[in-house]
């Protein structure tokens, strides 16, 4: 069983910033690629970063310049560091990893289960 753990939402005001977490744990084999999305209140859910095993990052371009992922391989976590929040970035942040559970398994999609950002002043 794998499970993706986020945190680091909350409330923050305008041009702040925040650090989301996301751990994956479990039966864990390899972590492909690893990324976050976000959900708006009557959107779509919309990719904001992605990051390969190897470092190669991708960004919506609302959040470049402005929003950096990382990821520690030996924690098997992601990161993502929100600088100059706007109210628009207000969303449920979700972590997404590709996971291979074992050596002999193909990679699967999991979710972590979200975590509120509301930017307000």
């Known amino acids: 069983q794998v499970q993706l753990a986020e945190s680091g939402g909350g409330l923050v005001q305008p041009g702040g910033s925040l650090r989301l977490s996301c751990a994956a744990s479990?039966?864990?084999?390899?972590?492909?690629?690893m990324g976050w999305y976000r959900q708006a209140p009557g959107k779509q859910r919309e990719l904001v970063a992605t990051i390969t095993s190897g470092g190669s990052t991708n960004y919506a371009d609302s959040v470049k310049g402005r929003f950096t992922i990382s990821r520690d391989n030996t924690k098997n976590t992601v990161y993502l560091q929100m600088n100059s929040l706007k109210p628009e970035d207000t969303a449920v942040y979700y972590c997404?990893?590709?996971?291979?559970?074992?050596?002999?398994?193909?990679?699967?999609?999991?979710w972590g289960q979200g975590t509120q950002v509301t930017v307000s002043s």
């Open positions: 997404r990893a590709d996971i291979r559970p074992g050596r002999w398994t193909n990679s699967m999609i999991y």
């Open positions: 479990g039966t864990i084999f390899s972590i492909d690629g």
